[in-house]
């Protein structure tokens, strides 16, 4: 590249393309500091033999400069010097500009891949892709034990993983209002359905879980729940204290006492007025079989812890010796016990040990 320098008023040294052009700005009858796209300061150094031109001006012939080289102007202190082309540089002679690219390099895998720092080159991989058309970013695939980890401040991560079953699984986020629950603190759900009808899915209250589950209203907790109307079922508890009326329409059931609740006992040789205990709500008591002499009267005392002072002691004959020969009663209850009495109606002495059926039935006076 070879061109003209004018040497202006003032000693300004620039270069142009034409003679025309350098008498100009050595006449003054141009803006020596507007320079067109392909003229610039050059410094001393390059100017060669001199070319003498009007108005005293001198004309010196521009020496090519290196390979791979522009003139730059700092126009700061106003020096001129060669810059050289550097890596992503390009200079184009024809119209004379000085263009910079980008970094290059070949995108890894296909269509869609994230591109990523691969050993110092670019990566993709089909396990981490992105559909601008859907905004769809994918993460993992089926092969892999896929997952998203969160990695905490200090210590521990959060790891998010897809199930490994078949179909699609959906992460809803909550609203600004709400929980994300997951964590180990107590939380509050608002407008929450919780629903165990689906396939796979169980709802448990205590680690218990809660299946087949019809009707409507409260479910019952442990401390004086409310129910109305229930069916119960064959239910079993350790008490029942009504407020209404305790009914039963079985016409083989009914309302009773179940297996445990009776017991049998039998008198000692001491006689028919010896004492026994037996502490059930029901059962048998085998008396003596001494002589009870025709009209004679025995009572005894019945220990039973299960009867109260106002409770109501049924006693009947049930077995052994003579049907209608005796009149039987319970009177004198107290607290644990009552006395039990035995007459003979009959017209002849009676030596039996006669088997008497009793229940009590709990009972109050207020």
Avoid at 89 to 96: G, R, S, V
Wanted: charged letters at 10%; aromatic letters at 6%.
């Amino acid at each position: 590249m070879s061109g003209i320098v004018a040497i202006g008023p003032g000693g300004q040294r620039t270069a142009v393309n034409s003679y025309e052009r350098a008498l100009q700005l050595i006449n003054n009858t141009a803006d020596p500091t507007f320079l067109t796209a392909t003229e610039f300061p050059v410094p001393p150094a390059v100017f060669t033999s001199p070319l003498p031109l009007a108005n005293g001006g001198l004309g010196t012939i521009l020496s090519a400069p290196a390979a791979d080289a522009v003139w730059g102007y700092d126009l700061s202190d106003g020096a001129s010097c060669a810059m050289a082309i550097g890596s992503g540089l390009t200079y184009t002679h024809a119209t004379h500009t000085l263009s910079a690219s980008g970094g290059g390099g070949t995108p890894g895998g296909a269509d869609t891949y994230v591109q990523f720092n691969d050993a110092g080159a670019f990566g993709g991989t089909d396990a981490l892709t992105f559909n601008k058309a859907t905004g769809l970013l994918v993460v993992g695939k089926a092969a892999l034990g896929n997952a998203v980890r969160l990695m905490g401040f200090t210590s521990g991560s959060t790891q998010i993983e897809a199930q490994a079953v078949a179909g699609s699984s959906v992460l809803k986020l909550p609203a600004a209002t709400d929980t994300l629950v997951g964590k180990a603190t107590t939380d509050t759900f608002t407008n929450k359905t919780l629903d165990s009808a689906g396939a796979g899915n169980s709802l448990l209250v205590n680690g218990v879980a809660m299946t087949d589950n019809t009707g409507t209203g409260k479910v019952v907790r442990d401390t004086s729940p409310a129910l109305v109307t229930p069916d119960i079922g064959a239910a079993t508890g350790t008490s029942l204290a009504a407020t209404g009326a305790l009914t039963s329409s079985s016409p083989s059931a009914g309302i009773g006492y179940a297996t445990g609740a009776g017991g049998s006992t039998t008198q000692g040789i001491a006689g028919k007025n010896a004492a026994v205990t037996l502490n059930k709500l029901c059962g048998l008591i085998t008396m003596n079989a001494a002589n009870l002499n025709a009209g004679a009267t025995v009572s005894f005392t019945f220990n039973n812890s299960s009867i109260a002072a106002t409770d109501y002691v049924h006693v009947k004959h049930e077995s052994t010796g003579t049907f209608g020969a005796y009149r039987i009663s319970a009177n004198q209850t107290a607290a644990g016990s009552c006395v039990v009495t035995v007459k003979n109606d009959s017209a002849g002495n009676l030596a039996e040990a006669i088997v008497l059926r009793f229940k009590v039935d709990k009972a109050v006076i207020t």
